[in-house]
Structure formats: C-alpha cells, structure tokens
C-alpha cells in the first residue's frame, strides 16, 4: 500500500488533455513540494516535474503539474501516443522522516 | 552526463546477504545526498535509504532499519546497500538514485537502471 494515492489508470485519445491526480497527508503533500516521474517498459523512472510545476530541461511544455492542499496533478495537454506509460508522484514526509511515493497510473492513448 | 550503474543483484535464499554496488560518475559526487529506491515489478517505487554526501548521515525505511546498511566511497564514487537477512519480500529491482534540487525542494533527477535481487528457496 503507498503512501501516495493515484488512480491505477488514466485514459484518453490523441490530443485529448487527461488528468492524473495525487493525493497525500498534512505530513507529505501537504507540507512538500511534490516531483512527478515518468516511466517507459523496462527502464528506470524518469524525472518529469518537480517542485510541483517545474519542468526539467527537455520535457515538453505539454505536461502541467500543480498542487493544492494536500493533494497534486499531472496535466497532460496534446495527449500523444509516447505518452502511453506509467506515472509516478513523490515527496518527502515529515512524519516517516523518508521519501513517499505514488503507487502509480498507467495512462493508455486510445 | 549523469551515470548511475548498479551491480551485484541477483538469486540469494532467505537469510542471505548482498551487496548492491552503484557507481557514479558524471559529477561531483560527494556533493550530492544518495539514495536506494526499490521497486517490485507493476508496483509504485518505494524508497529504501538515503546517505549524506559526506557519508556522516543516514536514514532508512522502517522495513529495513536494521537490516540494510548503505554507505559510500567518495574517493572511488561508489555508493553500496548491504543487505543482510533477505527475506522473500525485498525482492525488487533496486536502484540507486541522485537526490537534487535546493531550498527544501527536492526530487530525485538521476536514477541507475536498476539491479535485480531476488530472495527466493
């Protein structure tokens, strides 16, 4: 069981914008800035977004990340085929004194 | 560019014991915190460790304190997880990663490609 809730899936169309939420704790979320990572078959979780809505160098202006309370969101805008994959958030907790994370979303392009 | 390259995962019985290896190169290593996250295949990553850059700090998750030590070479920029008393539930894929960022926020920008431990009679 994660810390982190995600919905297990997400789906939409080519050029549909799709929704991933996050949500968390008073001791998580709620009080940390959250980091979202992306994840291909077979390969190691890629840093997507961080500090809520910061995007590292590379990842497109497609990909939106918010925060609000104890909860986050990946917005996905121009929905793409590549973007069919798993997708992860993460943070720190205050309270456990370690790193939290979702338990993840597969996002299927229909 | 960032490299992050584990090794010395593999098939340990119960009560065994591993060592797990990742060596970086790329950067300067003894500026940066690191740590161990492990994953079980189709399931949300879940951290493990985390060591200061000097070495002088650790911290562990609740279902390894006591089992697993991590620790560092700065001089080879090497960091390790020894794992003792393996029980069927660590098996994972294990990675180590790079813990960036400043100001409070933090993320974990670079990750190895992952190295398999399987605990199993």
């Known amino acids: 069981q994660s810390v982190l809730t995600q919905p297990p899936s997400a789906s939409g169309t080519p050029g549909q914008r799709v929704t991933i939420s996050c949500s968390g704790s008073?001791?998580?979320?709620?009080?940390?800035?959250v980091n979202w990572y992306q994840q291909l078959p077979g390969t190691a979780p890629k840093l997507l977004m961080y500090?809520?809505?910061l995007r590292p160098s590379g990842v497109p202006d497609r990909f939106f990340g918010s925060k609000s309370g104890t909860s986050a969101s990946l917005a996905i805008s121009g929905l793409q085929s590549e973007d069919e994959t798993d997708y992860y958030c993460g943070t720190w907790d205050d309270r456990l004194n370690g790193w939290v994370f979702g338990g993840g979303t597969k996002l299927t392009v229909l | 560019e960032v490299q992050l390259v584990e090794s010395g995962g593999g098939l340990v019985q119960p009560g065994g014991s591993l060592r797990l290896s990742c060596a970086a190169s790329g950067f300067t290593f003894n500026k940066y915190w690191m740590n161990w996250v492990r994953q079980v295949p189709g399931k949300g990553p879940v951290w493990v460790s985390r060591?200061?850059?000097?070495?002088?700090?650790?911290s562990y998750a609740d279902s390894v304190r006591g089992l697993f030590t991590i620790s560092r070479d700065n001089a080879k920029n090497i960091l390790y997880l020894q794992m003792d008393s393996l029980r069927p539930e660590d098996t994972a894929v294990y990675y180590c990663?790079?813990?960036?960022?400043?100001?409070?926020?933090?993320?974990?920008?670079?990750w190895g490609q992952g190295t398999l431990v399987t605990v199993s009679s």
């Open positions: 060591i200061h850059s000097d070495g002088s700090t650790t």
């Open positions: 008073s001791s998580n979320v709620g009080s940390n800035s």
């Open positions: 990663a790079r813990e960036a960022g400043g100001w409070g926020n933090y993320n974990f920008d670079n």
């Open positions: 500090n809520n809505n």
